[in-house]
């Protein structure tokens, strides 16, 4: 890699996306930064139409700059969908100059949009991987976090709510069963002077019980007395 003279406002970095192109000094918006060079290529020649690489800059539909070599430090800026810089296109001078279009600061990374034919060619099939589709795939990542939660959580309260349901069913049906049981056992009874006779009367003189049909049937039977009258 080809020495970058101190007094130069750049330094080759690594980046996430592999080598990256940094300011070492404050760079103002506005401010020429690097220039974008390379052999040129004439789309009429067969020989030069055939040449493909990542580096290729179309001035217009006949000239391309190649920029695949060493001594062009400006290949190493990388793609941003939100960039600090921009290319600045001279067709009849068949140059490109890199200038900034915000202030960057010592340390930040350059870059700049590569244009919808290159993203779509190399970036869009990989996923683009600068600062701002990375924290948009971030936000979508914890979106997606925050919705699952929200599922399981709302899953987990239906769950809830079924279980208490089917809970509150069956001790009701227990009750209603029960009060089956309580209503069966005071319909068998017989309430005589009120009390509650189960087929049985009091109790006899030795304490065992008199049965109660004995008793009603004796005191059906039983003939009225003659009356006595008194003598004259």
């Known amino acids: 890699m080809s020495a970058i003279p101190s007094n130069k406002p750049y330094r080759v970095g690594r980046s996430r996306t592999g080598l990256g192109l940094f300011a070492t000094k404050p760079i103002k918006k506005g401010t020429r930064i690097i220039r ?3 052999p040129l290529l004439d789309s009429k020649k067969k020989k030069d139409d055939a040449i493909e690489n990542k580096y290729l800059f179309e001035l217009n539909n006949r000239w391309t700059i190649d920029g695949s ?8 800026i990388n793609h941003a969908c939100k960039p600090n810089a921009e290319s ?3 067709p009849r001078k068949r140059k490109v100059f890199i200038r900034a279009i915000k202030n960057i600061e010592p340390g930040e990374e350059i870059n700049y949009d590569y244009g919808t034919d290159y993203f779509k060619a190399y970036l869009k099939p990989i996923g683009c991987k600068c600062a701002a589709c990375e ?6 990542r914890a979106e997606a ?3 699952k939660a929200r599922l ?3 899953a987990e309260r239906k769950a809830l709510k ?3 349901k089917l809970a509150a069913k069956a001790e009701k049906l227990k009750q209603k069963l029960n009060g089956a049981k309580t209503n069966g056992v005071k319909a068998n009874g017989v309430k005589l002077n009120g009390k509650l006779m189960n087929g049985h009367g009091g109790k006899s003189a030795a304490g065992k019980p008199t049965p109660v049909k004995s008793g009603i049937l004796a005191a059906a039977k039983a003939k009225p007395g003659r009356e006595r009258r008194a003598s004259a």
């Open 152 to 154: 399981k959580a709302k």
């Open 69 to 76: 070599v060493r001594k062009n430090i400006a290949r190493y």
């Open 88 to 90: 600045d296109v001279k």
């Open 145 to 147: 976090r925050a919705e």
């Open 162 to 164: 079924k279980a208490e």
């Open 36 to 38: 974008y060079f390379g």
């Open 135 to 140: 924290k948009k795939r971030k936000k979508q």
